[in-house]
Structures are given as structure tokens and as C-alpha cells.
């Protein structure tokens, strides 16, 4: 029997008495990443990305282990909810729009002192002040740096548009903005790298474009590296009490802890393991997150239907953004009508070996968006469920 056979066993044996459609997160897998991310963090805290795993009690189990420290959420609902909760330090990834929400920040002492906010424009200030409905609480704030790399005097960008500050004079400048500010306290920068960290550098079947990515990140690593300490000391020259400099992602982790600029590391997809993760040369994970669709249908030999099974993953569209059959192994998707919204042929000799009703397991592309289709997660150690817990859609939340 094949390892994947074996935890195929495992997962069938531990949900025997559920019907799919389900959702498991097998621990030892998801510990197992855990440590991996810790080992290669080189000793710097890594804060965990709450998007990449959006199950409270998960974020409680990674925030238990040593090596971890800190929240990166997605939405400012999301931040203030979570901080509610108990969370204490949760640091806000993106800006936001959500005035109802500053309002509260600006309110209430407990979310003022545990949530940070991210910032690339003056106008962003101007909108928070303007939410604040009379409250007086000091709102922390997080300085966002543009890490993509620019090529032939800019005619050539790798990586997201996220911030427009790329210089250290820029970011300094803001800086200056917010410390001359009343009712802003400037704690932080954040330099996502998404370009090195969520981009696979060994593609299946594809030698000259993984080689190509792998040059790519290289310089990009480089290029940031030196741009990003500029940046660090320019700020710090303005607010030196800076409490921290985050950057990486799961698939860069080691490289980023390696600059001593930054001081914490965020990651999230690293806990799951999602099928996108798949394709890294300079770390491999164990799948820990996993759903299943039941057997509908046996329309004929070497082809079976599941119920379900559309839940294509953000991003540029592609085959790469569908969830992959991954148990039984061998199972593939009809070039005809790939995964579907209520239904979802799938071919392949395993198809003849599986009865109505049986489980057929996938992977997700990303880590975090499968939950949005599941209540609850059932927690697997060996071959029982020994915890079943709600996802944020299962507490009744969804942020976006």
C-alpha cells in the first residue's frame, strides 16, 4: 500500500459515519508543516496568515506552538472580531474602507491596542479620521512596501500590485505623515513578496519556465533584500520605535528570515499545504487539508460522477486554480466539463473500484478558500475524528 493509499484508508475509516460532501484537517500533517515553518524561520516568529486557514481553532493551535506569534487578517471586520475574541495582536494585511469599522477601532481600547492597520496613502489617514465618530483611541498603523521587481527602467513588473511606496524616501515620507499626525502611532512595514513566495519554481513538465522562475526569484530576492533595509533605516530614521518588519510567505520563509531588516515572517498556506504548494524547490509539505465529494453516478467503465465539486480558487483563471483529485490516486478531471458547480465526472481506472456513495478526496489550489464552503472541519489523528470545529463560515462569518 502507498502512503497516499494509507491515509486514503485513514480518512474513509475516520468519516465512515458522515456523508460527503466533507472536510477534514489531519493534525499530524498539520503539525508537521507547523515545525517545518518554525525550522525555516531560523528563529524569527512567523505570524500566521488567518486567510490561509479561516478556523479560529486552528489559529489557537498554531499560536500555541512555539515559534509563533501574531495574526495577519484579511479584513478589518475580521481584525476587530478576532480581537474580540482574544486574539491580541492581529495586523491588518490590506487597507481598508470600512468606516463602521475605524469607527470602532477608534472606540474601544481592547481592538485599539491589539489591532494594526495597513497604510500606503495619506487619503487612507484622512479615512480613518473621518470614521471616528468622536472616539479618541490611538490607532496603530503598518506602512505597506511594494516588493516587486522592476525591469528595464520599469517596463517590466513582477509581482502584485499592491503598494505604490517603493522608495525609501516615499515610505519615509509617509512615516513622516503619520508620526506628525494626532491619533496615529506608527508600529510597522509589511513587504509582501508574492512573486517569490507564492509562486512554485518547479513546475510539472515545464524545465525552461521553472528554471526561468528560478532566475527570476533569485535577482527579485536580491533586488528586495537590499531595497527593503534601505527602507527599514529610512523609517526607523523618522519612527524609531518600530516595533516590527514583516515579510516572506510560505514558500520564501527561509530567505526572507535570512535579511536582518526584517523581524517576523507571516505564512499561512504552509499549515494546509494546498495543491499550488506543490511546486517549491526549496521546501515540501504534507497535505493537511483535504474534502471529499460522494459517488453519484457510474455512467460507464472508467468514469464516475461526483456530486459537486466546483470550487475554483482566486487568481488569474486557469487549471492550475481547480481543486485536483487526489484519492483514489489516478482520477482526473473530463477535459469536457472539468469540475462542476453540481456535478463532476471524473475518469481514470480507479473510477471502476468505486461504488455509489463512495468518498473521492481533493486537494483545494489554495488553503484558506476551501473553508469558505464548509461549516466545520473534522480534526483526523490516525483514523478518528477527535475534534470537529467550526470554520469562520461556520461562526457565521463571512468577511469577503
Not at 530567505?255 to 511546486?279: M, Q, Y
Not at 475554483?312 to 477535459?335: H, K, M
Request: charged share 25%; aromatic share 6%.
Amino acid at each position: 500500500m502507498t502512503p497516499r493509499a494509507g491515509d486514503r484508508a485513514r480518512y474513509d475509516r475516520a468519516t465512515a459515519h458522515l456523508d460527503a460532501p466533507v472536510a477534514i484537517v489531519d493534525l499530524e500533517a498539520f503539525d508537521a508543516n507547523a515545525a517545518d515553518l518554525v525550522r525555516r524561520a531560523g528563529g524569527k516568529p512567523v505570524r500566521v496568515a488567518s486567510k490561509s486557514v479561516r478556523c479560529r481553532a486552528l489559529l489557537e493551535r498554531a499560536l500555541a506552538r512555539e515559534g509563533f506569534a501574531g495574526i495577519m487578517s484579511f479584513t478589518l471586520e475580521e481584525s476587530l472580531w478576532l480581537a474580540r475574541a482574544g486574539f491580541e495582536d492581529v495586523l491588518l494585511a490590506y487597507p481598508s474602507a470600512d468606516r463602521s469599522g475605524f469607527g470602532e477601532l477608534a472606540r474601544d481600547p481592547k481592538p485599539a491596542a491589539a489591532v494594526t492597520v495597513m497604510v500606503d496613502d495619506v487619503a487612507q489617514l484622512d479615512l480613518i479620521d473621518a470614521s471616528r465618530a468622536g472616539g479618541t483611541e490611538e490607532v496603530r498603523v503598518c506602512l505597506e512596501l511594494d516588493t516587486a521587481l522592476s525591469l528595464l527602467g520599469g517596463r517590466i513588473r513582477v509581482g502584485a500590485r499592491r503598494s505604490p511606496l517603493r522608495e525609501p524616501a516615499e515610505l519615509a515620507e509617509l512615516a513622516r505623515s503619520v508620526v506628525r499626525r494626532p491619533g496615529f502611532r506608527l508600529v510597522g512595514i509589511m513587504a509582501y513578496e508574492g512573486h517569490v513566495a507564492g509562486v512554485g519554481d518547479a513546475v510539472a513538465g515545464r524545465p525552461l519556465r521553472s528554471r526561468a522562475i528560478r532566475l527570476m526569484q533569485s535577482a527579485a530576492r536580491r533586488e528586495l533584500a537590499e531595497r527593503r533595509a534601505a527602507v527599514v533605516r529610512a523609517v526607523r530614521a523618522v519612527a524609531p520605535d518600530l516595533e516590527f518588519v514583516n515579510g516572506g510567505g510560505t514558500g520564501s520563509v527561509q530567505h526572507t528570515a535570512a535579511e536582518d531588516a526584517v523581524t517576523e515572517i507571516a505564512a499561512g498556506s504552509g499549515f494546509f499545504v494546498p495543491r499550488l504548494f506543490d511546486n517549491y524547490t526549496s521546501f515540501s509539505g504534507r497535505p493537511a487539508a483535504l474534502f471529499a465529494h460522494p459517488v453519484v453516478r457510474r455512467p460507464g467503465m472508467g468514469v464516475v460522477t461526483v456530486l459537486g465539486g466546483g470550487y475554483p480558487a482566486s487568481g488569474a483563471a486557469g487549471r492550475d486554480r481547480l481543486p485536483v483529485p487526489y484519492l483514489p490516486e489516478g482520477l482526473r478531471y473530463d477535459p469536457q466539463e472539468g469540475a462542476g458547480e453540481v456535478q463532476t465526472p471524473l475518469l481514470g481506472s480507479p473510477a471502476d473500484d468505486l461504488r455509489i456513495g463512495d468518498k473521492v478526496w481533493f486537494r483545494h489550489a489554495k488553503a484558506g478558500e476551501m473553508c469558505e464552503r464548509f461549516e466545520n472541519l473534522h480534526l483526523v489523528e490516525g483514523d478518528r475524528i477527535t475534534a470537529t470545529v467550526p470554520t469562520y463560515r461556520g461562526e457565521g462569518r463571512t468577511f469577503l
